[in-house]
T-cell receptor, first 115, second 116 residues
Framework: KAGVTQTPRYLIKTRGQQVTLSCSPI?????VSWYQQTPGQGLQFLFE???????NKGNFPGRFSGRQFSNSRSEMNVSTLELGDSALYLC??????????????FGQGTRLTVV | DAKTTQPPSMDCAEGRAANLPCNHS???????VYWYRQIHSQGPQYIIH???NNETNEMASLIITEDRKSSTLILPHATLRDTAVYYC?????????????????FGQGTILTVHP
């Protein structure tokens, strides 16, 4: 069974640009969450999608947005990039049984560098 | 979600058991204890979780104290490949009054270094 796939693995962008990251969850998983990891702040929750709807959102500015498609694939977008947005962006997928999420499985992440 | 406290770092000799403690003294009755680990530059990997009973799987054992205020993750025979950051997370079970659903709140974790 294929794991969580994130593309691209590495990305270099210029300050002020925007970027879109993609995540394909494990087959059958309908919940997708996004996290940002930086050396200073650690792993921080960005948002979670289920059935194409955002269910939960972390404390990030509106420049960070996401969406989920009918096939459960998800994208996150960061507009007007800042140097501080340089981070490892991780996607996790999980099954939803009733109203409960099972354990989350993470992808390898996308390493974004803003110059 | 309840906060957790873990030692910043621990060492372990290869082949010996690694016992990683976690304090979660403010845990609520509907919160589970989850453990994840992150090997350098990879995504976190799920290890195990439990509510109040001890749990064991092919990777590790989880021992939760009777009052649920602390737990210990046990890697029975640590190898060099177990060197990683280990995160203890307490998470409400969605549907029991919580709205966190899939959200995981990571702390700083414990850096476990396994030595030859």
């Amino acid at each position: 069974k294929a794991g969580v796939t994130q593309t691209p693995r590495y990305l270099i962008k210029t300050r002020g640009q925007q970027v879109t990251l993609s995540c394909s969850p494990i087959s059958g998983h309908r919940s997708v969450s996004w996290y940002q990891q930086t050396p200073g702040q650690g792993l921080q929750f960005l948002f979670e999608y289920f059935s194409e709807t955002q269910r939960n959102k972390g404390n990030f500015p509106g420049r960070f947005s996401g969406r989920q498609f009918s096939n459960s694939r998800s994208e996150m977008n960061v507009s007007t990039l800042e140097l501080g947005d340089s981070a490892l962006y991780l996607c996790a997928s999980s099954l939803v049984l009733g109203v409960r999420n099972t354990e989350a499985f993470f992808g390898q992440g996308t390493r974004l560098t803003v110059v | 979600d309840a906060k957790t406290t873990q030692p910043p770092s621990m060492d372990c000799a290869e082949g010996r058991a690694a016992n990683l403690p976690c304090n979660h003294s403010t845990i609520s009755g509907n919160e589970y204890v989850y453990w994840y680990r992150q090997i350098h530059s990879q995504g976190p990997q799920y290890i195990i979780h439990g509510l109040k009973n001890n749990e064991t799987n092919e990777m590790a054992s989880l021992i939760i104290t009777e009052d649920r205020k602390s737990s210990t993750l046990i890697l029975p025979h640590a190898t060099l490949r177990d060197t990683a950051v280990y995160y203890c997370i307490v998470r409400v079970r969605a549907g029991a009054g919580g709205t966190s659903y899939g959200k995981l709140t990571f702390g700083q974790g414990t850096i476990l270094t396994v030595h030859p």
